[in-house]
Structures are given as C-alpha cells and as structure tokens.
C-alpha cells in the first residue's frame, strides 16, 4: 500500500484503528445492552479504568430513566434490546470507479456540486487521483500541529491526552442529562476531540478535513471541543452528501467548553436518509448539544437539518460567565413524512449575558416541524438579554408547524424579546417569478432559500453554498 | 405582433373578460383606460398566464398562441408584465433575483447566460435610466421598498429583460409625481419599433407622460371604443359614464378630481 492510500485509509476508516485490532470479523456483541456489553466495549477500546467507571455510571443511571415523551413525534417504540451496542465496524467495499457507486447518490453529488475527488472518497472508491486531497490533508495536519491545536478521534484522545478528556468529559453534559445523553455515555463508539491552547485562533475552518473525516461516524457518537482562554475555532460536523446508515437509532453527544474570551462557532450540516414517503425507513436522532460559555466567551450553533425520520435536537448554551454570548441559527427542513423536534435552550448565569435565537422551519408534504426553545434567565443574571426570531414556512397542504417557546425569567432586569411568524409560499411570489422566466421549481428554491437567508450567512462561505443547494434537493419534488 | 381575438376569462366561474379584441402592432403603445372592475388587470394576468383563471379565445405573439403557455414560457416569448403590486421576496438579493430572471429567460431561449460581472454593468445603465441607486441591489426583492421604489424596480426590470411586449398594470398607482415623471422617463427610453406596450390605467394623468398611439376604453371585460390620445382627454373630462350602461357601484364618479394639479 503506497504511502498515499495508508493516509486516506487513516483518515477514511479511523474507527478501526484502536482496539479494534484483533479480529475484526466476529467481534459482533449479541443485541441488547447490560453491563457487560459496556465492559466490553471499553474493554474493545483498551480504555482506563476512569472511563468504564464513569460508562458503567453512565449505564445505571440509563437504566433507572424513561424515554422522553414530551417531543411532538410520533415513534414508534424503539426496542433497545434489539440494537447491537458494539459491532466491528463494516468495511465498506472499496469501488472500482464512480460507475459502481449508487446511481441516486451520484446524482445527487452532482447536484450538490461536490467536487469529482470528494465524491470518491465519500464512495470509497480507490483512485490515484486522490492524492491531491491527501496532500490537501497532510498539509491540514501540520499547519494544526504547529498551531498547537490537537484535533483527533475520541479514542486517540482518550490514549493520547487522557487527563483533558477526563477533565472535561462530561462536564457539559452531565451522564444523568437525559435518557439518550445517558446512553451515549454508557456505549459510545468514538468521535471527534479538538483543543485549541491559549490565545490561539485555529488557522483553519475545522471543515472540509472533517467533512472526508465523518463518514464513519459511528451510532453513539461523541464529540468534546475545548477552547482555552483566549482561543478561537469554527468547526463543522456533517456533510451535504447523502449519507446512508443502516443503523436506524442515533443518540450523539457533544460538548462544548469555551473558557474565558474565547469562541466556538459550531456549525452542522445534517442530511442522513429520511425515509421514504410513507415514512418507512429514515434515521432516528437524538441528539444533545450544549456548551458552557465562561466571561467574555462566545459560542454559536448554526444547524441546517435536512435529513432524518425524527430529529430531536436542543443545541444549547449555559451562559455561565460574565458577558458570555450564546447563538443558535437553525435551519430545519421537514419533507415526506419527517418530523423534527428542535431548538434550543439558552441558560443566562452570569451578568450581561446575551442570546440570539433564530429559526427557520420549512415543512412541506407530510412534514411536521416542532420549533422548541427554552430562555431561562436566572437570578444572578442581571441585565440578561435575549432575542429570539422562529419563522415558519409552509409548503402544501398536509404539513405542519409549531413554535413553542418556554421563557423562564427570575431576575426583573432581563430583557426577553421574542418574535414569531408563518407563512407560507404564496401563490403570488411563484407568479411573479415565474413572470420573470423563472421555472416553478426555480422559484420555490429562491423563495425558501431567501427564507433561510439569515441562518445561512452564518455558513461557512462554501458550505452555506452547499446547504443552499441541499435545500433545493431536498425539496424537489414537494413543489405544487 | 399582438394579436388578441375575442378573449374571455373567467374566474371561480364569475365572468370578467366577455370577448376582448386588440391588435397591438410592432413599436406601438396602447392604453386601456376603465372604470374599477372593468377587467383591467385580469386582460394582464390573462396575457401573462397567471394560474386560476378558464380563458377561451386566441392570443397570439408573433405568431406564436400564448394561451396554452406556461407564465414562464410567455417570459421567454418575450411577454413581461409590470405589476401593479409588485411581490416581496424576503432574504432574496435583488441583484441576484435580475440576473436569475435574465438567465432563466436566455436559457429558455437558448442563449448564453450572463456573468455576474458583466450582468453588474448592464444593472448599472439600467439603473440610471430609473435613478436608482447602487444599494437597491443590495436589498431584498421589493421587502421595506416604498411604493415607488417597487414600481421603479419594475421598470429596471423590463429594461434588463428587454421584453417585445411590456404589459405595465397602473405603474401610475400610489406615485407622486416625481416618481411618475422618472418612472415615465424610464418606459419613454425603452420604447421602441420592437417593442410594443400596453399600459393600463385608470387615470389620464399617465398618458400626459408616456404618449399612447392609440387609447381603448374598456368596460365590462370588453373594448367599446378605441381611439387616439384626444379620447384620454375625453375621458378626463366626461368620466367613464357614457360608456356604461348601468351604475358605476366602485368606481369614482370622476376619477380625475383633485388628480391634476
């Protein structure tokens, strides 16, 4: 194997790496979950012996808890002990050219404007002509290097800088949070771990690195960005490119530590399968995203959920400093028979601190879109602000919208703004464009587009690009 | 050019237009004055293929039946209608909304698309020609616009799709008069011996501006008498009465008072 192609497998497949390395094959745990799937799926990981006490905490406090069911879903019950907790992670068969890859996807690559050497390594075919991204990626790693910034899988972290994962892990997200955070917690697979020192500012956007880098997220995902004084990065999870799973429950972790002055900006391009149109198939995720903002830190969630049967997802921000600032942008699209339960919650602590909520619900066809947000202003909040903005967009006849807000103010000083509208996709405005020589499609792609406008300047340049295109996709079909 | 023979629309099964004749030659500007509820705008909406409306009756450009078209396809035909409400798209750039209908009609017409540096400069002159300043581009289509900024985009609008038959429905509407007279300055420069208008208004006001050829009166969804300029002054004077045979219940008794001063 050339040098080349080892550093694409690396970065390709890293699941494999540790403590999967001895036959891979049969390590397939039997389904359902006990305390003796989670030591052995520490044990798969050669973890230290802190990280299984605190999955095995993790695991009976999951025990003890009930499923959520204050979220507008309709599920159907989830068997947990069907679910096989830790699996040799599939290899996926390496393609000889784009012509084997699923025509659907390919197609939608190419509606996506995904470049022609991404496309293949997102498909895992084999070619020399990746040897551009791989020297695209070397040079990524060592301009992080020498930045200081460690940015690596959660397993590497945990072997490598095992004393700021213990610090940290669990610091946001509690293993008690909630039903599928303590889940996560009890079997995570792996994930991502960054770490920006003092004063840095990460040279890169944390972007197209991670983009090649997260196809093989795992079911139990877990992400831990910590951000020292002083320090900046932006960080994007997902990818515009469909992404299949077999695996139909996702319950992902992550957490953010922004210490004082400094800034995350994490933002999420989220487009698993969604099922089909009669609402067979599709991912289910749950997701819980929170960070803690100290004196003068920022930190901002921009999310544009296209994909999913069930989205339940409240990124979050405990406003704990002084002066600290929470954002969260949010595009969330429900199309076919989706459904998406998502906001926020933004936790004013300190004095000064300041939120900005801005939401954008687009639902067509069968799709229900739930906005949910919680403002909680505690007493030694004073002069806490928030500013929230939910839009809702309705396509069609059959979908709906709903905006609940939840605002929880003890201290008489904040200062809660909170506006709200929905509309829906005039008859008029696909006139007027289409007056103007616009195709129906066309113009329901600039309409909503222009609808998500705010929430995707937020977007990375080339990824707000992106998303605006996977809008357009998503929504084909759902016109008229 | 324009060839419309006994047209009729009707909508939620309530009859408007009851057989409408016109022919509107290469480079001619026609006015079709009437009272309120007349048909005006649906004889536009009807010549632009807006959704909703049972049409009978042949309308053709160049040769070409428009009635079977999609709105989309009369735009590549060369049919642009100025909106007497012209719609707001929030978040849409207005620079980018031009130039995606100018392409959108090229690429029907099979032609090549126009670069946004290029596009830039052509927006420009256009702009001049309505004085609008460079910030409009920057803004969303028509959101926060006043009245006569949205009529003014209208016009930069035709004047970048360059279209052979411009419908302009009650541009006049809610404008004081130095918005009329630029507005009036922009269609004036775009006239020409390929270009044929319809302007509709209710008011002569208008036609002191842009000088029609020719001048239809239209009531009840059809033309009852056609004429030269000299019968929009008629018009002014005497009002809509004698050309409607029963009450006028919307329409004011006359329409010019107070208007020309």
């Known amino acids: ?480 | 050019m324009l060839h419309v023979n006994n047209l009729t629309a009707a909508i939620g099964g309530k009859q408007i237009l009851n057989g409408l004749d016109l022919e509107v030659g290469a480079g001619e500007v026609h006015a079709i004055m009437g009272p309120n509820g007349s048909g005006k705008s649906t004889f536009a909406h009807a010549l632009a293929g807006r959704d909703g409306y049972e049409v009978s009756g042949t309308v053709t450009l160049d040769g070409v039946d428009l009635l079977d078209m999609e709105p989309e396809a009369r735009a590549a035909a060369g049919v642009f209608l100025g909106f007497q409400y012209p719609v707001e798209i929030p978040g849409v750039n207005n620079m980018y909304f031009l130039r995606t209908a100018v392409n959108s009609v090229r690429r029907a017409r099979g032609e090549t698309e126009v670069g946004a540096r290029d596009f830039l400069k052509v927006a420009k002159e256009a702009m001049d020609l309505v004085e609008m300043k460079q910030d409009f581009l920057d803004r969303a289509v028509n959101a926060g616009f006043s009245g006569g900024e949205k009529k003014r985009n209208e016009i930069l609008q035709m004047a970048l799709m360059q279209p052979r038959l411009a419908i302009l429905d009650e541009t006049d509407s809610g404008l004081d008069i130095d918005a009329l007279r630029v507005i009036a300055g922009g269609v004036n420069a775009l006239r020409g011996p390929e270009r044929s208008m319809i302007v509709i208004t209710h008011y002569q006001r208008l036609l002191d501006y842009i000088k029609p050829d020719f001048v239809h009166v239209l009531v009840d969804g059809r033309i009852v008498e056609s004429g030269d300029h000299t019968l929009a002054l008629h018009l002014e004077d005497h009002g809509y009465a004698s050309f409607v045979n029963h009450d006028l219940d919307d329409a004011p008794e006359r329409p010019l008072t107070g208007v020309q001063s």
């Open chain 1, 1 to 480: 194997m050339s040098e080349s192609t080892r550093t694409i497998e690396e970065l390709t497949e890293s699941d494999y790496e540790f403590g999967f390395s001895t036959d891979l094959d049969t390590d397939i745990a039997p389904p359902g979950l006990d305390e003796s799937v989670v030591r052995l799926i520490s044990s798969k990981k050669d973890e230290p012996e802190w990280l299984l006490e605190w999955r095995l905490k993790a695991y009976e406090a999951w025990r003890a808890m009930e499923e959520p069911d204050w979220a507008k879903l309709e599920i159907a019950p989830i068997d947990y002990e069907a679910i096989s907790y830790w699996a040799a992670p599939k290899q996926k068969p390496i393609l000889d050219s784009m012509d084997d890859v699923d025509p659907d996807i390919r197609d939608m690559f190419d509606k996506l404007g995904i470049p022609l050497h991404e496309q293949k390594m997102l498909s895992n075919v084999a070619v020399d002509a990746i040897v551009d991204s791989v020297s695209v990626t070397t040079t990524f790693k060592e301009t992080l290097l020498e930045a200081g910034v460690i940015f690596c899988s959660f397993s590497e972290a945990v072997r490598d800088y095992p004393e700021l994962v213990r610090e940290h892990l669990g610091s946001v997200v509690p293993v008690r949070d909630n039903f599928f955070a303590a889940l996560n917690s009890a079997v995570f697979s792996d994930g991502s771990f960054c770490y920006i020192p003092k004063g840095v500012r990460c040279p890169m956007e944390l972007s197209t690195y991670f983009r090649i880098n997260s196809m093989n997220t795992g079911q139990f995902e877990r992400t831990l960005i910590v951000a020292e004084d002083d320090s900046h990065v932006s960080y994007l999870e997902g990818c515009t490119a469909p992404q299949r799973d077999e695996n139909q429950l996702h319950a992902a972790v992550v957490e953010l530590v922004a210490k004082d002055r400094a800034e995350i900006k994490y933002s999420t391009v989220q487009n698993w399968y969604p099922g089909d149109e009669n609402g067979v198939g599709g991912i289910y995720n749950f997701v819980t995203k929170r960070g803690r903002a100290h004196t003068d830190a920022k930190i901002s969630w921009t999310q544009v959920e296209t994909g999913s049967a069930i989205t339940w997802k409240y990124p979050s921000v405990i406003l704990q400093g002084d002066r600290s600032i929470g954002e969260f942008y949010s595009v969330a699209l429900s199309c076919k028979r989706q459904q998406a339960d998502t906001g926020t919650k933004m936790i004013h602590i300190g004095k000064d601190t300041t939120s900005t909520i801005i939401s954008k619900g687009i639902s067509a066809a069968h799709g229900q879109n739930t906005y949910r947000g919680l403002v909680k202003v505690l007493r030694s909040a004073e002069n806490a602000r928030n500013y929230t903005q939910c839009d809702s967009l309705l396509l069609g006849k059959d979908c709906g919208a709903h905006t609940i807000p939840y605002i929880e103010v003890k201290n008489p000083g904040a200062q809660i703004e909170h506006e709200a509208s929905t509309s829906t996709v005039g008859e008029d405005q696909l006139y007027y464009c289409r007056q103007r020589g616009m195709t129906e499609e066309d113009a329901m792609s600039m309409i909503v587009n222009g609808f998500c406008r705010e929430v995707f300047n937020e977007l990375p340049m080339e990824f707000a690009v992106e998303a605006q295109r996977l809008l357009s996709v998503s929504l084909e079909g759902s016109v008229g």
